[in-house]
């Protein structure tokens, strides 16, 4: 059976009955934590008004919720709109090792088809859910090299047929119907890395709502009987051929399908910014925290990285990454965060806003910030050194920052996320019904309708 074969009859037959329980937990967890993130970026995130503008202006049959409105539009609008919420604050969670944010696009296509079709179960949305998170997560393990040294910027580009997995689940997709979904999806998802080189551009933030809505729109296309190709993914001209040329092992891809569920192994944030910035954010915490350490007294901050692509990304160019223009730009600066770290002893949603962007307190830390690379170091390693005005502190960045499934957020933390969160909606929600929403989205599997959590959003 080809591989494209393979993932599109494991879709079609998923049954919540066969999803390990840890899977069902982590599934609710990522649902609780996406939304929270995508509520409180509606109002904190000026890039995402555009699409909500549009979509809203364009209008049509009052399916499925946008979150923060008082407007229902068609699933594929609804998606749009929320999907550019859903990485807009870099907040969301994520698959360390896949190198992906694997539920941003699936999350606001499985609400918007869920809630359009209405009467949709917590188990449905459930195993939707599992489906898209479990394929997007093996499509970047699948990747042997990063598709961004031929000019390809995956995350979106996975997200987009995770989106379709979980919106084809809900409409009941055959095998054939997923080939085509998946086909359709190869036939609009793309995403140029130029946008890691460009510190004005906000499509990094938005980057979710063209996944979310080529989810969506590949899914009921496929459903009203668009054929696609035979072989979507490994074909000649099929996915990993076309972005990842021959740097892919398909064997990543479909070993233990219906056994091992990738979104078992999600990782969560604590802190609003990369998941690669959170080692030396973690790192500078502990000194602050543990040793006592008045910032005022840091003469200078030495940050030493591996070689690792996504270190050099995050570090280079210094002066740059010293002053970011965007709040995206910010949150994929390890000085940049680092410096807010010891400046504040915390990092905060607070601390991305545009006025923070411009916080002499911040950017007088980071001056005092010098690089260095150790080539010794492991992929993904580094070293974080103070000097203050009469001693030098070292501490090396944790192997498993907080959030990761080996050292995971606590419950209590999680909830307090989404309080957070949620105290931002453009939408109020009173503390009551942010308490039953909490609940219901925690007991998710005992839900006859779905439409219990977009009601309230």
Not at 12 to 22: F, M, P
Not at 52 to 72: I, N, P, Y
Not at 122 to 130: D, F
Not at 187 to 208: G, Y
Request: aromatic fraction near 6%; hydrophobic fraction near 45%.
């Amino acid at each position: 059976m080809k591989a494209s074969e393979s993932i599109a009859e494991y879709a079609s037959g998923l049954d919540y009955k066969d999803i390990s329980s840890r899977a069902v937990e982590m599934c609710k967890k990522s649902l609780l934590d996406g939304l929270g993130v995508m509520l409180a970026a509606g109002t904190l995130c000026e890039e995402c008004r555009p699409f909500a503008s549009m979509a809203l202006a364009a209008g049509g049959k009052g399916e499925s919720t946008v979150f923060g409105q008082d407007a229902r539009l068609p699933a594929f609008m609804a998606a749009f709109a929320n999907g550019s919420l859903s990485h807009a604050l870099d907040f969301e969670d994520t698959h360390d090792e896949a190198k992906v944010h694997p539920n941003a696009a699936s999350i606001p296509a499985a609400l918007a088809v869920a809630e359009a079709l209405g009467k949709v179960s917590g188990k449905e949305l459930i195993t939707a859910l599992v489906l898209g998170c479990d394929i997007t997560s093996r499509m970047g393990l699948a990747l042997k090299e990063d598709p961004i040294v031929f000019g390809w910027y995956m995350p979106p580009i996975l997200n987009a047929f995770g989106a379709a997995a979980a919106a084809g689940k809900l409409l009941s997709l055959n095998t054939t119907q997923f080939l085509d979904a998946f086909s359709l999806v190869l036939c609009q998802a793309t995403c140029s890395a130029e946008l890691v080189h460009n510190p004005q551009t906000v499509i990094r933030a938005v980057r979710d709502a063209f996944s979310a809505k080529t989810g969506v729109m590949s899914a009921l296309l496929a459903e009203k009987g668009v054929p696609g190709f035979e072989q979507p993914l490994e074909g000649s001209a099929g996915f990993f051929r076309l972005y990842a040329r021959d740097a892919f092992d398909l064997s990543r891809l479909v070993k233990g399908l219906g056994e091992t569920f990738e979104g078992a192994n999600i990782s969560f944030k604590p802190w609003p910014c990369c998941r690669g910035t959170h080692p030396f954010l973690e790192a500078a915490l502990l000194l602050i925290r543990d040793r006592g350490i008045d910032p005022m007294g840091i003469d200078a901050v030495k940050i030493i990285t591996s070689v690792s692509a996504l270190q050099k990304a995050l570090c280079e160019p210094l002066e740059r990454k010293k002053r970011p223009r965007t709040a995206i730009d910010a949150k994929f600066s390890i000085p940049f965060v680092v410096a807010i770290a010891l400046a504040y002893g915390e990092v905060k949603l607070k601390h991305f806003s545009p006025e923070a962007l411009e916080d002499e307190r911040v950017l007088t830390m980071a001056d005092r910030i010098t690089l260095d690379v150790d080539e010794a170091l492991p992929d993904g390693q580094g070293v974080l050194v103070l000097r203050s005005t009469d001693r030098i502190y070292t501490v090396e960045t944790p192997e498993h920052v907080y959030g990761h499934p080996l050292n995971p957020m606590a419950m209590e933390d999680m909830i307090k996320k989404f309080e957070d969160c949620a105290g931002y909606a453009g939408k109020r929600i009173p503390e009551g019904a942010r308490k039953k929403l909490i609940d219901a989205i925690l007991n998710l599997e005992d839900q006859d309708d779905i439409r219990v959590i977009t009601n309230e959003v």
